[in-house]
């Protein structure tokens, strides 16, 4: 409980740990930031994923370690994600050849 806080959400899910919109966000933006070819397209993909997470801070709905491991997982999942693509084309080139 956070004396003082006033909740903008009125959030009835218990399971706020961690934070779905930020693992999402994180996962969406380092993946688009990852094949944008404009170095601001880069930041502005990072920065709506900074942001869904800061704005899960200020409406009261989570707690700053939800947002911190939403953020990691959400990053790990988009790790996971181009090394499995990765992976994919290295061995449809394999078996092109």
Same mark, same amino acid.
């Given at each position: 409980?956070?004396?003082?806080? @006033?909740?903008?959400?009125?959030? =009835? ?7 779905? =919109? @930020? ?7 380092? @993946? ?29 709905? =989570? ?35």
């Amino acid at each position: 409980v956070v004396e003082g806080l @006033t909740r903008l959400v009125a959030e =009835h899910d218990p399971n706020s740990f961690p934070s779905g =919109h @930020t693992c999402a966000a994180f996962a969406a933006g380092a @993946t688009w930031a990852r094949y944008a070819k404009k170095r601001w397209l880069k930041g502005l993909c990072i920065a709506q994923a900074v942001l869904m997470g800061f704005s899960r801070l200020y409406v009261g709905v =989570h707690f700053p370690s939800d947002v911190l491991v939403g953020c990691a997982v959400g990053l790990s999942c988009a790790w996971l994600s181009l090394q499995g693509s990765q992976w994919v084309d290295r061995k449809r080139e394999e078996r092109s050849q």
